[in-house]
């Protein structure tokens, strides 16, 4: 069976899986504190341009968040987010059940602009009643969004801006942030992630890894005692090293970039045959992910032969169907997937 359904699907780049068979019997200190994990660390301090950053590894996505905005709040503030983001949509409650409320925001194409921020936290405060509300105190965007769309360098720095003028945290979610970094068009850097938010996480799980995300404080002591609060949320690895040394090789001759490019290549080729073929997107991107609008009986009928990534009801008759490209996506898959189309 063809698969497109996600792009963590496949085990993770060779060249780590390399580099773990030889380890041998090597013994490692545990919880993250070998030298492999620390190398990890000094690349994606000099990638982000930030010497002095906190860097942790942690297991999972979700994980991530929950743990992040839940050390970086008080527990009777809570944190802004797109209507349609992952912390909103796809965590199961996670970010609830750990105390605090998602403040959602409508959006467009998955993104939220400064103004609405403002807006939002201007209201709250000319409440008369606001003592008696969730205090909004962070912003929580992801790059690329849940659509895989991006934000541009310039409405980043709107809304980091409005974020500090408002005395918020800024957290950017990067679990597919390879992806962004090497999109066509793309103007943000992980240097201005790192000047721009208070914490982001570099996802290595759908980006050629096969566990883990690196939270990025670029200002040391963001979070005071961050690793212990990471342990007592449950995100900690033992063999903290299986994690570093997989962001020891991902930071290795731009491996991380590589991979990115290889999926946005192939996304992009798949988009050219959808719009040569007459398929409707839902939203477009030049991401690694291609939300197609079909009928029932048309995706029902492709279902047999190509595993796609179910989004959404469009309506009575149609569903958004989800194309996801990965770092491990083949010329050769791509042209059995276009044949199909």
Not at 11 to 32: F, H, Q, S, V
Not at 308 to 320: Q, S
Request: net charge negative; aromatic share 8%; hydrophobic share 40%.
């Amino acid at each position: 069976m063809l698969s497109f359904a996600s792009d963590y699907m496949e085990t993770c780049a060779p060249e780590i899986l390399k580099r773990l068979g030889e380890l041998g019997k090597e013994k490692l200190a545990g919880y993250g504190f070998d030298r492999i994990s620390e190398s990890a660390r000094n690349k994606i301090r000099e990638a982000a341009g930030a010497p002095e950053a906190d860097v942790y590894f942690l297991i999972g996505g979700t994980q991530t968040n929950a743990t992040v905005i839940d050390t970086m709040l008080r527990p009777y503030e809570g944190v802004i987010a797109a209507r349609t983001g992952h912390v909103s949509v796809h965590e199961a409650g996670a970010i609830e059940y750990g105390g605090h409320k998602v403040l959602e925001l409508p959006s467009e194409e998955g993104k939220i602009r400064a103004s609405q921020i403002a807006e939002y936290v201007d209201g709250y405060w000319a409440d008369g009643n606001h003592e008696h509300m969730v205090m909004p105190a962070l912003v929580y965007i992801s790059q690329p969004t849940e659509y895989g769309s991006l934000y541009t360098l310039k409405e980043l720095v709107e809304i980091s801006r409005t974020c500090h003028e408002h005395h918020l945290a800024l957290y950017v979610d990067g679990a597919r942030l390879a992806y962004g970094l090497m999109a066509e068009g793309n103007d943000v850097t992980m240097k201005d992630l790192a000047r721009l938010a208070d914490a982001f996480y570099i996802g290595g799980t759908k980006c050629g890894g096969l566990l883990g995300e690196a939270v990025v404080f670029p200002k040391k002591n963001t979070v005071p005692h961050f690793f212990t609060m990471v342990k007592q949320h449950g995100a900690l690895l033992a063999k903290g090293w299986a994690a570093g040394i997989q962001f020891d090789t991902l930071f290795t001759d731009g491996l991380y970039e590589r991979l990115g490019k290889n999926a946005d290549e192939k996304a992009d080729r798949i988009r050219k045959v959808l719009d040569e073929k007459g398929y409707v997107q839902d939203i477009r991107n030049r991401t690694n992910q291609i939300f197609l609008i079909l009928t029932k009986e048309k995706a029902e009928e492709l279902s047999h032969k190509v595993e796609l990534g179910f989004w959404e009801n469009k309506d009575e008759d149609h569903v958004v169907m989800r194309i996801a490209t990965s770092w491990a996506t083949t010329d050769e898959e791509v042209d059995e997937l276009v044949s199909l189309l």
